[in-house]
T-cell receptor, first 113, second 112 residues
Framework: DTAVSQTPKYLVTQMGNDKSIKCEQNLGHDTMYWYKQDSKKFLKIMFSYNNKELIINETVPNRFSPKSPDKAHLNLHINSLELGDSAVYFC????????????FGPGTRLTVT | GENVEQHPSTLSVQEGDSAVIKCTYSDSASNYFPWYKQELGKRPQLIIDIRSNVGEKKDQRIAVTLNKTAKHFSLHITETQPEDSAVYFCAASNQGAQKLVFGQGTRLTINP
């Protein structure tokens, strides 16, 4: 009965590798987001999709490519991982329209060595 | 674009005392101001929110105030308890942008 789920929870990989994080929501929301939380706990939006369409892309490097196969799923693929990509990545979802509450997933802690 | 400043970055209070966290925003079009609580190793969770047509909102020990003219809003926690210890984030957005801009976070510690 988890509302927003992410896999994997932890990801440890070496520089230069390519990795993916998956997100799924069962709340019937039409908007999904990816946030990055760095070591100083700062939460910053990366991408937002509404009904599978990209609506927000916050000057994120091209190495990051989101994909939304349907309204309930939003994946994040990262190419050529760098040390600075180490962070916790949160997926979130909401209903569009009137600034509805965003529900966050449990986060994926990515460590690049 | 919107910019949200949050203060203080850390706050330590005695159990039972009140805690106040303040945020300012830059975009006068912002009309939605949520507060999220993030416990250690957990996800951010909404604890209270306020819209621009309201000046104050209260939910048990938690209250939020909004001053649109000054572009600032505050979180007030009364009768603090150890389980209130967490990082608190304010955020702002406007309906058109559909984007939350978060403050830098406040690490609140409740001392027994």
């Amino acid at each position: 009965d988890t509302a927003v789920s992410q896999t994997p929870k932890y990801l440890v990989t070496q520089m230069g590798n390519d990795k993916s994080i998956k997100c799924e929501q069962n709340l019937g929301h039409d908007t999904m987001y990816w946030y990055k939380q760095d070591s100083k706990k700062f939460l910053k939006i990366m991408f937002s999709y509404n009904n599978k369409e990209l609506i927000i892309n916050e000057t994120v490097p091209n190495r990051f490519s989101p994909k939304s196969p349907d309204k309930a799923h939003l994946n994040l693929h990262i190419n050529s991982l760098e040390l600075g990509d180490s962070a916790v990545y949160f997926c979130a979802s909401s209903l569009s329209g009137r600034n509805y509450e965003q529900y966050f997933g449990p986060g994926t802690r990515l460590t690049v060595t | 674009g919107e910019n949200v400043e949050q203060h203080p970055s850390t706050l330590s209070v005695q159990e039972g005392d009140s805690a106040v966290i303040k945020c300012t925003y830059s975009d006068s079009a912002s009309n939605y101001f949520p507060w999220y609580k993030q416990e250690l190793g957990k996800r951010p969770q909404l604890i209270i929110d306020i819209r621009s047509n309201v000046g104050e909102k209260k939910d048990q020990r938690i209250a939020v105030t909004l001053n649109k003219t000054a572009k600032h809003f505050s979180l007030h926690i009364t009768e603090t308890q150890p389980e209130d210890s967490a990082v608190y984030f304010c955020a702002a957005s406007n309906q058109g942008a559909q984007k939350l801009v978060f403050g830098q976070g406040t690490r609140l510690t409740i001392n027994p």
